[in-house]
């Protein structure tokens, strides 16, 4: 079988600087771990005064980590909604497939989870773009855009940072509307799962 073009001269670079290549890759492993500390206390942007009332703080690991917060008056019109930050704990950092963190408006498991989704993206859909959360809809995030790395920055505190602050200016912002949105759209609460556990995303 005959080598992709190019294959050959790729190969012969990566002998030639293996122990170098090597060293880069194992700091990924060694940064990554920081970098997930530093997101799941992302929640200490928002004052005590922010969560007062009854807000439910949404804190949960695994896999596919998120926080954020919820109020719970959407839960109880039946729309189990929360503004969250997001990623994969496991790929987060990579070139490829999951390795940036997120941040946006996620939807609890249902049997009508995708028909809720394009509902929400329709209704709420002008306030979230303003935020640029204008990535393609899926099911669990009908509205929802990257967090990417600073321009020019060279430290993992300005893109921590910049998560704060995504999250904390979601909350500010697109709260009231899905509180609008939740009150205008008042379902049965059985009519759906409660539980912020089923976030599985499909974006490759």
């Not at 896999?63 to 917060?69: Q, T």
């Not at 989870?113 to 979230?128: D, H």
Request: net charge negative.
């Amino acid at each position: 079988m005959t080598n992709p073009a190019g294959a050959d001269a790729k190969t012969d670079f990566y002998f030639r600087h293996r122990a170098v290549i090597e060293e880069w890759a194992a700091l990924r492993a060694t940064a990554r771990a920081e970098f997930n500390l530093g997101l799941r206390s992302s929640l200490s942007v928002f004052e005590p005064t922010d969560v007062s009332e009854g807000v439910i703080t949404i804190d949960e690991t695994g896999p596919w980590s998120k926080i954020g917060l919820a109020d719970p008056e959407w839960g109880q019109r039946g729309w189990p909604l929360a503004i969250v930050l997001g990623w994969n704990t496991g790929q987060v950092l990579d070139p490829m497939g999951h390795g940036l963190p997120w941040v946006g408006l996620f939807v609890a498991d249902s049997p009508d989870r995708a028909a809720r989704s394009k509902q929400i993206a329709t209704a709420l859909g002008m306030p979230a773009r303003a935020l640029g959360w204008t990535a393609p809809r899926e099911d669990g995030y009908p509205l929802w855009r990257h967090v990417e790395q600073p321009t020019g920055s060279e430290t993992m505190q300005a893109w921590l940072r910049d998560c704060r602050q995504a999250l904390n200016e979601g909350w500010a912002s697109m709260a009231p509307a899905v509180t609008d949105f939740c009150r205008s759209n008042e379902r049965k609460p059985e009519a759906v799962s409660d539980s912020f556990e089923s976030d599985r995303r499909t974006r490759a």
